[in-house]
């Protein structure tokens, strides 16, 4: 333990004091004043989020309420409930949904959430002929029309059962790939995405085979993988060996509203596909791509293969991203998905843990941004302020 020098004098240590001060006003005033220029230094409208935003229980939950389900997100493929009956549950947000078949083979997306006491209907995966509350038995069809609730004849005699089916969910396909939108109000797919349609149409993804998935988690929040995956200037640096190959600076990015395309071609022309190549893409959609439709599906592109890549956020700190690879049928993706692994799971998601471990530090602040590789992140700020508001200090 630490002893004071009784020798020292009172005026002394009244100078000490002061000197200590001082020195704590000039690291204040000297912080408060970068943090005043940093915008100045900063393209367009700036880093805006501030770092609770990556480490607060609270404003995940805003997310989870506010974000994720006024977009359109990303469930599952098509191949994964291909039959009649075959269903998904999962959530987005706080809301819990089921996509599935119905007995003609159409997509269905419905609350996961029985209309006589809200439990829980379905976990999972499965296949099943009529959706059954495990609570009091009451039971629906693939329609999501209530079929029968126990006793109802003599408990229930004002319920008209065509009043209580279960809440039906906004759910499109797009390129194989299944998208919810839990609370109804972005419109339609289409109008959503917008130019970035067509943008990977013409991939044909629905006509590829997927090859490999998998997840991994790392310990960072969600967003800092997103602004690392729309960073274009830390691909020299950061990946300096694993996409060492490729042109940096003949690449390119359009902002597509909330949405984003990146193209960049290799250094060799001539190098060879991983895959076999899909002969049909044009000169731009056979560049090497990185995409992001907002808020948190990352898209990949070559010239003989495509990718996803879902954030889903399982904690302020704690992110899993879960891929699939897609190309033409009986390819092996083993040497693809070692590149693949690297550039992300290894380099990127540790740039991400790296942020957060300083996040929480009162000294942490971002300085200046490059003005073109790295404007995408304050546009991703200034799209994600649509939906989550910084609250208002007191």
């Known amino acids: 333990m630490f002893a004071p020098d009784h020798n020292i004098s009172h005026d002394e240590m009244s100078a000490g004091l002061h000197v200590v001060k001082n020195m704590a006003a000039i690291i204040n005033n000297s912080a408060n004043n970068t943090h005043k220029n940093n915008k100045d230094l900063q393209p367009g409208g700036g880093y805006q989020l501030p770092a609770e935003a990556y480490f607060d229980e609270g404003w995940l939950d805003r997310e989870k309420r506010e974000l994720f389900p006024a977009n359109w997100n990303f469930i599952c493929t098509e191949s994964d409930i291909s039959e009649p009956g075959s269903y998904l549950a999962t959530e987005v947000g706080h809301y819990p949904i089921i996509v599935l078949r119905d007995e003609a083979g159409e997509l269905r997306a419905f609350h996961n ?11 999972d995966t499965g296949n099943c002929s009529r959706i059954v509350c495990p609570y009091h ?111 940096h600076h003949k690449g390119y990015y359009h902002q597509l509203g909330s949405h984003w395309v990146s193209y960049e071609p290799f250094k060799d022309p001539e190098r060879a596909d991983p895959f076999k190549s899909l002969e049909w893409l044009d000169d731009e959609a056979r560049l090497n791509g990185a995409h992001l439709m907002f808020p948190n599906l990352a898209l990949f592109s070559g010239s003989s293969w495509f ?87 007191t």
């Open 307 to 393: 990718g996803i890549g879902h954030l889903v956020p399982d904690a302020p700190d704690l992110t899993r991203m879960q891929y699939r690879f897609f190309a033409l049928d009986g390819q092996d993706p083993t040497l693809f998905l070692e590149g693949f692994k690297q550039v992300t799971q290894v380099e990127d998601a540790e740039m991400a843990a790296r942020l957060q471990s300083t996040v929480r530090s009162p000294a942490f602040n971002v300085g200046p941004l490059t003005q073109n590789y790295e404007k995408p992140i304050t546009e991703f700020h200034d799209n994600y302020l649509k939906y989550v508001s910084i609250p208002t200090r």
């Open 137 to 247: 038995r009451w039971q629906y069809g693939l329609d999501g029309s209530l079929q029968n609730a126990p006793q109802a004849d003599k408990e229930l005699p004002d319920m008209n059962k065509a009043d209580w089916g279960l809440m039906p969910v906004p759910v499109e396909s797009w390129m194989g790939m299944v998208l919810v939108n839990p609370d109804g109000k972005a419109g339609s797919l289409e109008d959503w995405l917008g130019d970035l349609k067509g943008y990977m149409d013409v991939f044909r993804v629905d006509q590829l085979t997927e090859l490999a998935q998998g997840e991994y988690t790392f310990n960072a929040n969600w967003k800092f993988y997103i602004e690392n995956h729309i960073d274009w200037y830390h691909l020299w640096y950061t990946h300096a060996q694993t996409l060492g190959s490729l042109d």
């Open 113 to 123: 959430i029985c209309r006589h006491r809200g439990a829980r209907l379905l976990e």
